[in-house]
């Protein structure tokens, strides 16, 4: 098994690295957290600064950009790409083939299916009320069905989904379900009449 690790990088002793996998300058691996070890399938390219907690489950072919975090209890299918300075907190699902641009925020407990596409700066969110003392047990994740698509700078608000296919428009504020194959647009996000691309 090969495995390429820069000198500068930490990786916890039990961390479970696959063939292949390319750890950069300065990435933390499995130090933060108090979950087991994480896992990161063969053929991962870390780029410099990433930080995976413990409890992370990566699939084959992770892509992470610059400064990258990815929480415990984080699941990752096989070719998923997280863009430079994206947030991934605790306990997030993602499927296969998903792309994360940069400067993204994942929340707990959303679900991003196989093939969803984040646009750069996406900021998900989780807490309907925030900042209240029951606030962390009434978390409402949000899901991003498969093969759906969220424009550069769009807000989804908790407990939304966005359906099959969908597409949200740049720096659009989600505030309610999106139908499968929908496109929605604006603040609050409305539905077009414009399916958007090749069917």
Excluded at 121 to 133: E, K, S
Aim: charged residues 15%.
């Amino acid at each position: 098994m090969t495995v390429d690790i820069h000198p500068s990088a930490l990786i916890a002793p039990d961390a479970q690295l696959g063939d292949g996998v390319v750890v950069g300058a300065f990435c933390t691996i499995g130090l933060d957290g108090d979950a087991g070890p994480p896992v990161i399938g063969p053929g991962s390219v870390l780029r410099s600064h990433t930080v995976i907690y413990r409890g992370v489950f990566a699939g084959a072919g992770l892509m992470t950009g610059h400064g990258a975090l990815v929480r415990e209890g984080t699941v990752l299918g096989d070719r998923v790409s997280v863009g430079s300075h994206s947030v991934l907190e605790h306990h997030v699902t993602v499927g296969d083939h998903v792309r994360i641009h940069s400067s993204c925020f994942v929340p707990e407990y959303t679900v991003l299916e196989d093939g969803a596409w984040l646009g750069p700066g996406v900021r998900i969110t989780n807490a309907r009320y925030p900042n209240r003392p029951d606030t962390k047990a009434n978390l409402e994740g949000v899901i991003v069905a498969r093969g759906a698509a969220v424009g550069a700078g769009a807000v989804l608000l908790p407990g939304v989904r966005i359906g099959e296919g969908g597409l949200v428009g740049a720096g659009a504020v989600v505030v309610r379900d999106v139908p499968d194959g929908a496109v929605v647009v604006g603040n609050p996000a409305r539905l077009t009449a414009d399916a958007g691309g090749p069917q």
